[in-house]
């Protein structure tokens, strides 16, 4: 029981925060939309992170996961708006009902997740790689095409429930979770299959089973993090889940160190606010609304070239595996440790590995 | 009762015969050795019988059940637990948290449904499928203890480290928990692999040249190791290991291989006084043999 409190701790603090914050920024709509899109990135950047970082397999479909979140959210809110829970004031009836719509979202991508990883995740190499690019690419495609979604069109009438509150809560729940997985059994699991999966499996680890159990875990919070993106936006588009969100999400745990969640949390609040501040910047100096526009087109070319930047001053990303909690005084004897981020193991479909 | 019992496996790769017909049984308290020159196919048998690969035909039994189809984790839940010839440490981990992956769900309470007491108990009943189901779902629930930190995943944690600490103390690296494995000595690497393969409470033990790259002197102490902890944890052993004179003063029986086929199987003075067996080490080795 006491453990069960302990457990619920960190939203005991949050909670009170998290309110005292809305309120606060009552008068300032767009710094709440900021803090928005900041959370967002932080859940998807944060959850991707379990499966690339600390599992070391290497999925860059997150953005398919996060529209099935989102298309599914919005729809059942769109239809659920209608009703409304009689018994319940209208204010707190749209909030359970927009977080169970986040749930919802997140089980049915959690359950992609399961579909697309255990075929893919049962074989070593690239494999999960192809397909979860290709998967993220068929989401696409599929509500571009149905009625139900909107079309290219988008969907749109998604009623606006995201608050800083709500966006920040679910922060806090992806980051408890991933410490809690990092730290636990499950976690050296995880860890142990990235470093020699070999060795795992004769170790007596489920190696199958912990790798699609983070794939599923990682689905299910990038779903929650469309949801949570669909409520913000009137309009939900087939655009904003192209593999260049994916690759966005990729850059971000990259550069942050793969496996650190606080280094994915830092990367992911600098990577969302290097085109804002820019363009603030731009604005200003030149005094030209147009130039600043253009900042949305160079995002890309922008982060590739830090992250070739970061790669050759600091090739393990700015955390390399280590926590803001392991350093200065909470620090544990362990050195920074650089799994090499972007190459994975034997190519797919090459006879059994010699085993020595 | 045997523990450990290969009947004749076979292990094709391509047209190439890695390991042929290849029998063996290790009871509790056996120290056998397994040898042969390079390429005899010695870590071919080890993967054959950790369910790395598939024999091509021929079974393996761990303690009373049959392993064919079997994944290497479940090959090792039913008591196998292996080294690897070339070492296979989780490098960027501690070396208490190298240990630690391997105390995996074996420190449930006594009391708990999942507890491993509960599963073995299974297992001696002949009821496997059962036995895994349980391992299986105990696993699952205890990803959602960790999530909510209930008080006893956190009693299970404890036990965990408690355990892992001693297993490190036993092989004599307790001063080393907190290094990462990759930064230890060569020797101590190789100790660090036999505890993490003692943490997955195994029955039989196998290494593959578990003094390899050792002086003269830390491969004596690490036989005499060998044997302690056959008596201490009530294990079978079977090791490969490429020096003669040492497999010949620690183990009570002895197979070779040679191309994969089985040349001689014998207590060590059988074993040496083998034409066929000094054939097979001609030069250096032989006459190392029969020193
Ligand atoms: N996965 C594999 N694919 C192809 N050949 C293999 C494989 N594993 C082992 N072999 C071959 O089997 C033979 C025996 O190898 P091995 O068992 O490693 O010998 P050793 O007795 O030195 O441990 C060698 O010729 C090796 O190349
Ligand atoms: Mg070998």
Known sequence: MGGVIRGLLPF?????????????????????????????????????????????????GHAGFMAVGAYVGGVLSKVTSEYGISFLPEVVSDQVLFALSLVVGGAVAALFGFVVGLPSLRLKGDYLAIVTLGFGEIIRVVVQNTELFGKALGLSGVPARTTLFSCWLVVVVVVVVA???????????????????????????????????????????????????????????PSSFTYVKSMEVVVMIVAGGLGSTTGAIVAAVFLTLLPEGLRSVLLAVTGDGALAQKVEQIRMPLYGLLLVVLMLLRPQGLFGT????????????????PPSPLSSSASPGAAPEVVR | MSLLKV?????????????????????????????????????????????????????????????????PHQVNRAGLARTFQNIRLFKELTALDNVKVACLADDRPPSSPFSRARIDGLRRQGRFAPAHALDAWGNYLDWWRALFLTSGY?????????????????????????EQARNLPYGEQRRLEIARALATSPKVLLLDEPAAGMNTKEKAELMVQIRRLRDEFALGVLLIEHDMKLV??????????????????????QVKKDPKVIEAYLGVESKELQA
């Open chain 1, 322 to 337: 280590r926590e803001l909690w392991d350093m200065g005084p909470f620090r544990k004897k362990r050195a920074p440790s």
């Open chain 1, 12 to 60: 005991a603090v949050a909670v009170p925060v998290l309110a005292a914050l809305q309120v606060l920024t009552a008068d300032a709509p767009f710094l709440v939309i900021l803090s928005l899109t900041v959370g967002v990135n932080i859940v998807l950047a944060v959850s991707l992170n379990i499966v690339n970082g600390m599992t070391g397999q290497f999925s860059i």
């Open chain 2, 248 to 269: 010949m003063g620690i183990c009570e029986q002895i197979t070779v291989l040679d191309h994969g086929e089985t040349i001689a199987v014998g207590t060590p003075d």
């Open chain 1, 179 to 237: 410490k809690r997985i990092h730290d636990s059994s499950h976690g050296r699991a995880l860890l142990a299959i990235r470093e020699d999966e070999i060795a795992a499996e004769a170790m007596g680890v489920n190696t199958t089973a912990y790798k699609v159990r983070s794939f599923v875990v990682a689905s299910f919070f990038a779903g929650v993090a469309g949801g949570v993106f669909a409520h913000y936006q009137s309009i939900v588009a």
């Open chain 2, 154 to 178: 956190r009693a299970d944690e404890a036990h965990i480290e408690e355990r892992a600490l001693r297993l490190l103390d036993v092989m004599g690296l307790a001063h080393r928990a907190g």
């Open chain 2, 7 to 71: 009947h004749r496996a076979t292990m094709q790769f391509g047209g190439l015969k890695a390991l042929s017909d290849f029998s063996l049984d290790v009871a509790q308290g056996d120290l056998q050795g397994l040898i042969g020159p390079n390429g005899a196919g010695k870590t071919t048998a080890f993967n054959v019988m950790t369910g790395v690969y598939r024999p091509t035909s021929g079974a393996v039994v761990v303690d009373g059940e049959r392993m064919n189809g079997r994944l």
